[in-house]
């Protein structure tokens, strides 16, 4: 049996994303951690948008609508948890909560839920209409948000103590990375599941010739949908993570700009490829430290490389070391 490079690529991804914290610990660096930690879990977001963009061909402007629900999922229920006050949904209300697994719940199906309306009215379209109308609804997010004075407005809301997992002090930076790189291999797991399951094929075969789906009885509108979904709760529950990450969740998190990161992200690692926004989240959080300390313009820069790589390595970096696409 014989292991293909991109797996070796990607166990070494693993294994170097792990290593990271531990170093930094080592050599008397922890803030290296929260850096090692912000790379999960923009990875685990580009994970969700994988599954619509590298494997569906849906490229959405509209994911960091999911981010920021996820955020404000974590934010609003940590707050009513602290002040004691149940959240209100006219005939009846829930109490708060500061722990991760409920608030991971909520947050999968707020974010299941968003998606499930966007996408049932934005995927029947496509092109760039799909692009416009996805990044239409994330900015009507936006500004929702911003229009929220209950739960900060423009200025956000703060979670003056992270929420909590059960058995683990999540005040300490090393725990809090392991648990969201337990969340994030959690979602390769399943990225890895539905790329290689019946329903992956005939996502992928919606997104090179959608007329021979429909020809043998496969809906390729009900296939992009549920895959739409998958994405959009995948990528709030890395919303929910980062707003515990910052102890702060503002309407920041629902910007286009946001967006426009997550494709970034995979562009980088490799469209299409299992651990590409894993390399593409740790080459991002890398350029942004190393370049950022040189100069205010580190996107120019930033820039110049996501365009090398758009015009010589096109399969970005996994794409340049494995060669063809091979599961793994």
Not at 87 to 96: R, T
Not at 140 to 167: C, H, K
Not at 210 to 231: D, Q
Not at 242 to 262: C, I, K, Q, T
Request: aromatic share 12%.
């Amino acid at each position: 049996m014989t292991i293909s490079r991109e797996t070796i690529i990607n166990i070494v991804l693993a294994l170097l994303l792990l290593a990271i914290p531990y170093a930094a610990i080592q050599f008397g660096n922890p803030f290296y951690v929260t850096l090692a930690t912000r790379m999960a879990i923009l990875g685990l977001a580009a994970v969700g948008l994988n599954i619509a963009l590298g494997f569906g061909g849906l490229v959405s402007f509209g994911h960091a609508a999911f981010f920021g629900i996820g955020g404000y999922v974590a934010g609003i229920l940590a707050s009513h948890s602290l002040s004691g006050a149940p959240l209100n949904f006219g005939v009846f209300s829930v109490p708060g909560t500061n722990q991760m697994p409920v608030i991971w719940l909520v947050a999968l199906v707020a974010g299941g839920l968003l998606a499930a309306a966007i996408g049932a009215i934005s995927l029947r379209t496509s092109g760039v209409y799909f692009i416009m109308i996805t990044l239409a609804f994330a900015q009507m997010t936006y500004y929702f948000a911003i229009s929220w004075p209950a739960y900060g407005g423009e200025d956000g809301l703060s979670i003056l103590v992270r929420n909590q997992f059960p058995g683990v002090n999540t005040m300490v930076p090393l725990n809090y990375f392991l648990v969201c790189y337990g969340v994030l291999m959690v979602g390769l797991l399943v990225s890895a599941l539905i790329r290689d399951s019946r329903f992956g094929a005939a996502l992928q075969a919606a997104r090179q010739n959608e007329v021979r789906v429909a020809s043998v009885g496969i809906t390729p509108f009900r296939i992009r949908l549920v895959a739409f979904v998958i994405s959009g709760m995948i990528t709030a529950l890395a919303g929910a993570l980062y707003a515990d990450l910052n102890r702060f969740v503002s309407p920041s998190m629902l910007s286009w700009h946001m967006s426009g990161e997550f494709i970034v992200l995979i562009i980088l690692g490799g469209v299409g490829r299992l651990y590409g926004p894993v390399a593409g989240a740790m080459l991002f959080v890398m350029f942004e430290f190393l370049l950022g300390g040189m100069t205010e313009r580190w996107q120019f820069f930033l820039g110049l490389i996501l365009l090398g790589v758009v015009l010589f390595a096109r399969g970005g970096l996994i794409g340049l070391i494995a060669g063809k696409p091979r599961h793994g």
